[in-house]
């Protein structure tokens, strides 16, 4: 504990001296990994690829608010699209089209939980970022991770099915048509989508509202009861719509969401609940009944005046 209050301390200290550096990178980093993770998974527009393209357009984002990776990332999605065939890049394109309108509608500001958890579901680890988020933000971070969602298994289910469209029209308009209607059944009936929505919907907000509690170890429980829902949810959707539960990455997605929200405690967190103390006081007109909790911090060793002297 006293090695994690250690680095906890030191990293407080850099972060309030390099705070507006340390958001650059961050943002940069951001970018750079999305950029270069949607060029992984599609790949179908080869100048994109291009390593000094990617790095360049990261460094411009850095300078700019979060929204505009997403916006440069549906840019890049739609040219994807578009190199894969014009019916991916119509429905694909129209579908995002629809879902940026909803999200800058209702929750513009959600811009970090929509690509981190994009990324954590590429990645395979859903849980964590459902947790991360729930801890360390807003109720509405949500609405980011329900985009996020929609716009990962949007890539997917046109990466697979978009260059193999067949129809039995002769005709070259009814044959886009039917093409493109396939792919937006395809999209729209696709239940494990769906299911991880809510799935992540409902764990963040649960995590949310607990660790508001008033509550020792509220983070913890917060936690918790995340995976605890994110476990349950899974398991009994899974069943209900068919879909393949693969239990070593879900135990690794759990596990990793326990450590990360372990560290974000300690680090963010961390209370001294064996030294809480009730206060009472009053004015005019009230009496205030008070819990004050202190914050675990690191006691560093004074020194004697002697000593300071040699």
Not at 135 to 162: D, E, H, K, M, Q
Request: include cysteine; aromatic fraction near 10%.
């Amino acid at each position: 504990m006293r090695l994690l209050l250690t680095i906890r301390d030191s990293l407080s200290r850099f972060y309030g001296k390099y705070d507006s550096y340390i958001r650059l990178l961050f943002k940069w980093l951001l970018a750079l990994i999305t950029f270069s993770a949607i060029n992984t998974g599609l790949g179908w527009m080869a100048p994109l690829k291009n390593p000094i393209l990617v790095f360049g357009l990261s460094v411009i984002c850095a300078f700019l608010p979060s929204n505009s990776i997403v916006l440069v990332g549906t840019g890049m999605i739609l040219a994807h699209f578009y190199g894969l065939s014009t019916e991916a890049a119509i429905v694909g394109g129209g579908m995002l089209a629809v879902g940026m309108m909803l999200y800058f509608g209702i929750a513009p500001y959600s811009s970090v939980s929509l690509l981190v958890t994009a990324l954590s579901l590429a990645a395979g680890f859903p849980c964590v970022s459902a947790v991360m988020l729930g801890l360390i933000s807003g109720p509405l971070s949500a609405v980011g991770a329900v985009f996020g969602t929609f716009v990962c298994y949007l890539i997917r289910i046109i990466g697979v099915n978009g260059g193999n469209l067949q129809s039995s029209a002769s005709a070259p308009a009814e044959a886009m048509v039917e093409k493109s209607i396939f792919l937006i059944d395809a999209v729209i009936q696709n239940r494990e989508m769906i299911l991880m929505m809510l799935v992540l919907a409902v764990t963040l907000w649960v995590v949310w509202v607990i660790r508001r509690m008033a509550v020792k170890y509220a983070w913890m429980i917060a936690a918790a009861a995340g995976i605890l829902v994110y476990l349950t949810i899974c398991l009994t959707g899974a069943s209900s719509v068919g879909m393949e539960v693969h239990l070593p990455s879900m135990i690794a997605d759990v596990s990793a969401a326990s450590v990360a929200a372990l560290l974000s405690q300690t680090m963010l967190f961390n209370l001294d609940y064996k030294r809480t103390e009730n206060i009472r006081f009053e004015d005019d007109e009230y009496y205030y009944y008070v819990k004050a909790i202190p914050k675990r911090k690191l006691r560093r060793k004074r020194r004697s005046r002697r000593a300071d002297r040699r």
